[in-house]
């Protein structure tokens, strides 16, 4: 597990860096807008979404490396080509081909884990996986922020590309046993632990329970777009792009501390709890008035992004049989870039029309939203089968 800890956390870093640079590469070298940046990132994470089941189902039945191997020349040839393109309208379909041949590294992680992992300690290692993955958020968009300013977006996307194709050339040598099976410390119980109903094969997985907690995680990355676009567009208004990487390191080690904190914790605490507490905490950030303020405001919603996730991918380990986890994980990867597709132009819209503050407004607003709602249905479903555990 140590090795497929350090492949993911190299693996991560140029995919962090990504949004940065390609929001970059649309306001400072396109002259274009953060709507016209928000509608690309909305482009590549929808061919995420529509690729990450259609990844995870291929690691299910081909293996890891067959599943892979497209991902590696697809990358290699679309994220350089980014940076070449001389309108902007051409770079929408390239876009939504990286994103839908994207080297899955959160479902792969996650498989191993659940694979390798007791259920016991399945929590700990998650978050740890999460505070692993802030420690990549805290490298990626300084250094992607660091080539695109001083050198241009188009050097940084070339980088990205090199580097995620040397990630998923270490996956495939590594090629990690993902999946768990009878004996194995990983085998998952194909109950539902709520109550006593059997999850059945082909889409019996689809739950209730499920659907509702892939809309939790596409809120909490709705909040985490929000914050990630506000930071940058209150430091273009403020002209310190240059210190990009001084928030999103505080960000991100907060992130990272929250993890460390969830993973040692002795007890789950509910998503829905998590998504209210994270959106609450994005709000005060609306109130930064220079860099050093920002850096602070955004660490108490920076100290849940971990737990948040981590929450998420717990709960769904629980729910799923281990023989369809590839794909429900895929799924979730596509609820987190849907979130992320919405999130990012209705933000972007909102800074345009008001300023940065409407970035962390938006974000917050729908996260907190989204978990009392969430949490109404909980309680409905409660009085209707008072034996179910709520999520």
């Given at each position: 597990m140590r090795t497929i800890f350090v492949a993911a956390f190299f693996a991560r870093i140029p995919m962090m860096a990504l949004p940065l640079v390609l929001t970059l590469l649309v306001t400072e070298g396109m002259g274009g807008s953060y709507k016209q940046a928000g509608l690309l990132a909305t482009c590549e994470t929808i061919g995420a979404a529509i690729g990450a089941p259609w990844r995870g189902r291929r690691i299910d039945r081909k293996g890891l490396r067959r599943a892979i191997v497209p991902s590696i020349v697809v990358t290699a040839l679309v994220v350089p080509a980014l940076g070449l393109v001389p309108t902007y309208y051409a770079l929408l379909p390239l876009a939504f081909l990286a994103g839908l041949?994207?080297?899955?590294?959160?479902?792969?992680?996650?498989?191993?884990?659940?694979?390798?992992?007791?259920?016991?300690?399945?929590?700990?290692?998650?978050?740890?996986?999460?505070?692993?993955?802030?420690?990549?958020f805290i490298i990626g968009p300084a250094v992607g922020g660091f080539l695109a300013a001083f050198y241009s977006p188009s050097v940084a996307l070339v980088g990205i590309g090199c580097c995620v194709v040397l990630a998923g050339v270490m996956f495939w040598v590594l090629d990690p046993d993902l999946r768990s099976g009878p004996g194995r410390p990983g085998a998952a119980v194909a109950t539902d632990p709520a109550g006593p109903?059997?999850?059945?094969?082909?889409?019996?997985w689809i739950t209730p329970k499920v659907v509702l907690l892939l809309v939790?995680?596409?809120?909490?990355?709705?909040?985490?777009?929000?914050?990630?676009?506000?930071?940058?567009?209150?430091l273009r208004e403020q002209d310190e792009i240059a210190l990009v990487g001084v928030v999103y390191g505080t960000w991100g080690l907060a992130s990272l501390v929250g993890g460390l904190l969830y993973g040692a914790w002795s007890h789950s605490i509910r998503p829905s709890y998590l998504l209210l507490a994270l959106g609450l905490f994005t709000l005060p950030a609306?109130?930064?008035?220079?860099?050093?303020s920002?850096?602070?405001?955004?660490?108490?919603?920076g100290a849940l992004c971990a737990p948040s996730l981590t929450a998420s991918s717990e709960w769904l380990t629980r729910l799923v049989p281990p023989h369809r986890l590839g794909e429900a994980m895929g799924w979730q990867g596509t609820a987190f870039t849907m979130g992320g597709a919405l999130g990012a132009p209705l933000a972007g819209a909102a800074m345009d029309a008001s300023g940065a503050?409407?970035?962390?407004?938006?974000?917050?607003?729908?996260?907190?939203?989204?978990?009392?709602?969430?949490?109404?249905?909980?309680v409905w479903q409660t009085r209707r089968s008072p034996a179910s555990t709520p999520i």
């Open positions: 041949f994207l080297i899955p590294i959160h479902t792969i992680v996650r498989l191993a884990l659940t694979a390798q992992v007791e259920e016991s300690r399945r929590r700990t290692a998650f978050a740890a996986d999460s505070t692993m993955a802030e420690a990549s109903e059997t999850l059945h094969d082909v889409r019996g939790i995680s596409a809120a909490a990355m709705v909040a985490l777009m929000g914050t990630d676009l506000g930071i940058i567009a209150e609306v109130f930064a008035q220079n860099v050093w920002l850096a602070l405001l955004v660490i108490p919603a503050w409407a970035g962390f407004a938006v974000g917050g607003v729908a996260a907190t939203v989204v978990a009392l709602g969430a949490m109404g249905v909980v």
